[in-house]
């Protein structure tokens, strides 16, 4: 007897549907939470991470080959931590909020079952995340993880997963794909029972998400440039860039790509750098190692993203001191010319020197063009003007000042909100251009009750008497009704005099249209006194005895 075919893809396919139909039925249950039964779930699952964070983040280090164990601990916990404690106090069920003079109710409604689909460069510390703000949310969460991450992301959600039970969560609430292929990440986005798509990876994935039918926040690459002001704090501005650009050996999407620094401060930038660990690269050198870093098709090569500066060094042949922490590549444009100048997932900066801060923005808005617009810059000054500049001018939704962009970006040493999901607007193809939270995977439904008429938009203000808010009401409607939609009255014969029209009561306002009828039909326009009449009116009843001030 034949053996039955295991076909991998439609495998994927087939356990896709299964679970984004199971984790709907559970997402039933978990709609009818209370806010207390939330946020105890929650609260264990964070809890859980936080106890594994160094295990995890060593079994991806050792899965994908990507990063550090001490820094993906990092991370990890930032997602178990920082994430956890912002979230914890939102509300997001019920009634949010209420406002009385408005009589509008705001209700939080779950968006269903949400597709995660989790890159390998921060496998643990997205799936901790995008588990804990789905959840938060009251929506079940179907996770797709990255072939090469497979095995760590498995066991994050496993980590989760027994203490989320135990304290109320439906099992399927809370699942990952163990079959992966791309055919079965891109079904688990458009099946029917999936509700809303929270995607991390590349351009292609990016646009899968947006392509999908489904509502999606797709985020994807970035390509930060760290400018330095002649005002900075040199130092301190070039330890944050070094840091940032090293940090997890770079696999971060809102790590520094490049510096751009004024040339008064150029010496100094390039001594810091240097006492920082970093090795400047001669001409020969950068073309050998854009050679290793950047593929023919001008993206990242996979086999150094998050490896350590030596290691690409020695694969390009190369010879730098054991201890340098980043190479850098001065480089004198931005484009398919100039490889090193895109997003490179490792420790490679590209190093630009401009005459001034003017310069300076032209150069940080051609390599946000080159793959980076919409994601984050950076910017290191102490002239504030300058700063705000920057913000008011450049393409991006994240101005990180005075910090490394790399976590400031994510919220770790700035006030944003913490995620490590950070969209980047319209500007790149994305719906939002915020730190991805909870409140993203909530619908507001509104509940609206009627207002009085004075209380309604366009009611008239403060100390106008409400009878003539009534009669420029009526006005309005007079004129919407009749002089837009009826056809003017036909003139009465010249041998004929016009008949008398019936008097009319006296009004407060006037417009032109009323005194051109007033002179057709042959008839006066009487007006109480102080009563409004436009000067285009006044022009056109001026010598025609057609306005008649109330006795």
């Known amino acids: 007897m034949a053996s039955p075919v295991r076909d991998k893809d439609l495998l994927s396919i087939q356990q896709a549907r299964a679970l984004a139909a199971a984790a ?4 039933k249950t978990v709609k009818e939470f209370s806010q207390e ?12 991470a936080r106890t594994e964070a160094e295990r995890l983040a060593r079994l991806a280090h050792e899965e994908t080959g990507f990063g550090n164990t001490k820094d993906k601990t990092l991370k990890n916990l930032f997602s178990a931590v920082d994430v956890y404690e912002y979230i914890r106090p939102l ?8 406002d009385k003079e408005r009589r509008v109710v705001e209700i939080a409604e779950p968006m269903g079952v949400v597709a995660a689909v989790i890159p390998s460069t921060n496998p643990t510390s997205t ?25 760590c992301i498995l066991e994050t959600v496993r980590v989760m997963q027994g203490p989320a039970i135990a304290a109320g969560l439906p099992r399927d609430a809370l699942v990952c794909m163990t079959e992966v292929s791309l055919e079965g990440t891109q079904e688990l986005m458009r099946c029917r029972d999936t509700g809303v798509i929270l995607a991390t990876g590349g351009i292609g994935l990016v646009r899968a998400a947006y392509s999908s039918g489904k509502p999606a926040y797709g985020v994807g690459p970035g390509n930060v440039p760290a400018y330095i002001h002649q005002s900075a704090d040199v130092p301190k501005a070039v330890r944050d860039v070094m840091n940032g650009k090293t940090f997890d050996y770079g696999t971060l999407c809102s790590s520094e790509q490049s510096v751009v620094c004024d040339e008064a401060i150029k010496d100094q930038v390039i ?29 990242a090569n996979p086999e150094i993203v998050g490896k350590p500066a030596p290691y690409i060094a020695e694969k390009a042949g190369v010879k730098v001191p054991p201890d340098t922490r ?7 444009g931005v484009g398919r010319d ?28 051609q390599l946000l063009r080159y793959g980076g617009t919409g994601h984050t810059m950076a910017i290191h000054s102490r002239d504030d003007a300058v700063i705000r500049e920057f913000a008011l001018k450049k393409p991006v939704f994240r101005i990180v000042a005075n910090s490394q962009s790399s976590m400031g970006a994510t919220g770790y040493t700035t006030g944003l909100a913490p995620s490590m999901s950070l969209g980047c607007g319209a500007y790149a193809g994305n719906i939002t251009s915020d730190n991805i939270t909870p409140l993203h995977l909530i619908n507001i439904k509104r509940l609206a009750y009627e207002l009085p008429r004075d209380r309604r938009p366009g009611a008239a203000p403060a100390g106008v008497p409400a009878d003539l ?16 939609l009826a056809a003017p009255p036909a003139p009465a014969p010249a041998a004929q005099a016009a008949p008398a029209a019936p008097a009319r009561p006296a009004v407060d306002f006037v417009a032109e249209d009323d005194v051109r009828r007033a002179i057709r039909e042959g008839r006066t326009i009487t007006i109480r006194r102080g009563a409004i009449v436009t000067p285009a009116a006044r022009d056109l009843a001026d010598g025609k005895n057609v306005l008649i001030e109330e006795r």
């Open 338 to 365: 100039f490889p090193l100048s895109i997003e490179k997932l490792s420790p490679v900066l590209a190093f630009y020197v401009v005459k001034d801060w003017h310069e300076g923005c032209e150069r940080v808005l």
């Open 24 to 27: 709907r039925e559970a997402q």
């Open 37 to 48: 039964q939330v946020d105890r779930i929650v609260e264990a699952m964070a809890a859980a």
């Open 469 to 484: 808010s009534t009669r420029v009401a009526a006005f309005v409607a007079e004129r919407v009704g009749s002089a837009t």
């Open 271 to 299: 001594a810091e750098a240097k006492t920082n660990g970093g090795y400047f690269l001669s001409e020969g050198e950068s073309a050998a190692v854009a050679r290793v870093v950047v593929t023919p098709q001008r993206l």
């Open 127 to 151: 799936a901790i995340f995008k588990a804990l703000v789905s959840i938060k949310a009251r929506n079940a969460v179907v996770m797709s993880p990255h072939p090469s991450a497979r095995n």
């Open 91 to 98: 509300r997001t069920v019920g009634i949010l909020r209420e």
């Open 326 to 332: 980043a190479l850098i590549a001065p480089l004198l």
